[in-house]
């Protein structure tokens, strides 16, 4: 039986087109039974405030810098969105003394205008953020070398071989509305993957690369960095791909309320539970990662119901 058309984006795969099955069975979930929906290899936490939240994110950094050495490097990827743990990131390295000098640190992904990753002095640049909000808060005397940041922002290939070189620890990220990581988004619904969305062991096979963005990414995006300006927002992104994530130890996701929705939250904790690996839902795909941990903010989790306001 064929796929729905998206309802959304009818050139594109994403979540609307799954089983309706699958959309019910997720919007009837509890947060208890989200948090019964862990299990080996897939962790649920819950954060109750804000505070704390933010804090065990950037705490994440703090532990995966500190398990480098001179002869075993290691480091952390980090998402813009969210940042609101950045500048803890920084106050707590200066707090602590941490020297950085053998840590790294990769920026997942950044925009793209006319075919090339945009420098860091584009207002909406990802790397711009990473600097302003964390490392550049950083005392001199600890900051980590310019050589040990990595941003997809000029040799997408040497971005991607540095993951072969340095041990990454653990990849950090946030979910999109397309239920997204970084922006490995769902692909368009032509040629070859017209009736059916890519297999989950060949979506797996992307490298970074400069992909193509859903429209719901690009709405997205206008919401959260653009005031709401859709023309602001690029049509393209590099982004690091299954193959670099694969290669982190942990895939660690951060759950605000603020990127995606409860009924967003809902889904992609199902999936990667029961393994419903699916690439109209990326995020889903990580089903089969072994080290895979969800943390939410609780009072973000919400319900599903139709609501007037």
Not at 42 to 68: G, K, S
Not at 170 to 195: C, I, S
């Amino acid at each position: 039986m064929s796929r729905p058309i998206s309802k959304v984006a009818p050139g594109w795969w994403d979540y609307t087109t799954l089983d309706p099955i699958i959309l019910k069975e997720a919007a009837r979930l509890t947060e208890k039974d989200l948090r019964q929906l862990a299990r080996p290899g897939f962790r649920v936490v819950m954060h109750d405030t804000l505070e704390e939240f933010y804090l065990a994110e950037a705490l994440e950094y703090i532990t995966a810098w500190q398990q480098a050495t001179p002869d075993n490097p290691a480091g952390i990827c980090g998402p813009i969105g969210p940042t609101e743990q950045l500048p803890l990131v920084a106050q707590i390295v200066n707090a602590l003394g941490l020297k950085l000098h053998d840590a790294h640190f990769w920026g997942m992904d950044e925009w793209v205008e006319k075919g090339r990753p945009v420098p860091p002095t584009h207002p909406l640049s990802f790397a711009k953020a990473d600097l302003d909000l964390c490392f550049r808060r950083i005392q001199r005397k600890l900051v980590m070398p310019d050589i040990h940041l990595h941003f997809p922002t000029s040799d997408l290939a040497a971005y991607s071989r540095s993951f072969d070189a340095v041990r990454c620890v653990v990849m950090q990220g946030g979910q999109g509305e397309v239920k997204h990581w970084a922006f490995n988004d769902p692909l368009p619904r032509t040629g070859k993957y017209r009736q059916a969305p890519p297999p989950p062991q060949e979506y797996r096979r992307l490298r970074t690369r400069i992909v193509d963005l859903h429209p719901m990414t690009v709405i997205q995006n206008a919401r959260t960095s653009g005031g709401g300006n859709v023309s602001l927002v690029p049509l393209q992104a590099a982004s690091v791909g299954p193959v670099e994530t694969w290669q982190a130890e942990k895939v660690s996701i951060w759950h605000a309320g603020v990127h995606d929705n409860p009924f967003g939250m809902r889904l992609t904790t199902l999936m990667i539970s029961k393994h419903l690996a699916d690439s109209a839902v990326p995020m889903s795909l990580l089903a089969d990662h072994p080290d895979v941990q969800f943390s939410f903010y609780r009072p973000a989790i919400g319900t599903v119901a139709a609501a007037m306001h």
